[in-house]
């Protein structure tokens, strides 16, 4: 599938205009970037494993009725989606007390939650992604509240099934971070899940041990951050060890490995 012109480069993404009108095509690079882009380092394997990581996540997320911009998976790094407009927010929910939330409340990582917290953080680098109230965003236009009722209801939807569907390959969902597009169709307007879920936006523990297996390993040098991300991944059944012979910059690939739609 040809890709078009690059639109817009990301930290860990590429977006490329896509086939048709409405569709862009998302490439998924090595970059890991933390603290802000203080923190640079090229993980060889990691786009590829976050765009099948991605893939499945999303897939199982339209399975359940929540509308996203995932179309199908083009190749090792590449995806074909549905172009939105970007709500500048950042939807995060929250399982169990880390990173920020410690640091804000004094609170002791792997400290449970009383209940799943719902927070927003307005999408700019430059200010360092500050957190913002329901006030901020419809006074300054960010969303409007039907948008916020929306992005709340489906945030907490996609985090009662994604913390069954890692529960049950022994990984604890301790939180994540959503990103959601407007898609317009003639007059109508519809909010979509858009972005990635993957290692990168995730904390994911081990159930048993605790053991990182997500951004953070990048985020406190401990090391093994592919591998954690690979863990991931086998554990969904949506990897091999076959799989890394095929691990490529570009769409060359093994067929075999890719030929299964998913
Ligand atoms: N997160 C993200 N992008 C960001 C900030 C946070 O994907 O720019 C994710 C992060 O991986 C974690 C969750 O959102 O799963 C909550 O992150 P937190 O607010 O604790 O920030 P951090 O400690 O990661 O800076």
């Known amino acids: 599938m040809a890709r078009g012109k690059p639109i817009y480069e990301g930290k860990a993404k590429i ?79 929250r399982n169990v007390a880390a990173g920020s939330l410690c640091k804000r409340f004094g609170l002791t990582e792997g400290e449970a939650l009383p209940r799943s917290i719902v927070e927003f953080y307005l999408k700019d680098d430059k200010l360092g992604d500050p957190m913002v109230s329901e006030d901020h965003i419809t006074a300054f236009s960010w969303a409007n509240p039907q948008e916020i009722d929306d992005m709340m209801a489906y945030a907490l939807r996609v985090n009662d099934f994604l913390s069954g569907l890692f529960s049950a390959v022994g990984i604890r969902l301790i939180d994540f971070k959503l990103e959601f597009g407007r898609q317009y169709e003639g007059e109508m307007m519809r909010l979509i899940l858009a972005d990635e879920i993957s290692p990168d936006n995730c904390r994911l523990w081990d159930s048993k041990t605790n053991e990182i297996m997500d951004k953070d390993r990048f985020r406190k040098d401990l090391g093994g951050v592919v591998e954690g991300y690979r863990e991931v991944a086998k554990r969904l059944g949506i990897w091999r060890d076959s799989d890394e012979r095929s691990d490529t910059n570009g769409p060359v690939l093994v067929a075999s490995n890719d030929g299964n739609n998913r």
Do not use: C
């Open 15 to 93: 977006l490329y205009e896509g086939p048709e009108p409405g569709t862009l095509i998302q490439f998924f690079k090595d970059d890991a970037t933390a603290f802000n882009g203080e923190r640079h380092a090229i993980l060889e394997g990691k786009g590829v494993l976050n765009n099948r990581i991605s893939e499945f996540i999303m897939t199982e997320i339209e399975r359940i009725g929540i509308p996203t911009h995932f179309i199908k998976r083009i190749n090792m790094r590449e995806q074909l989606i549905r172009a939105v407009e970007i709500v500048p927010l950042e939807v995060v929910v």
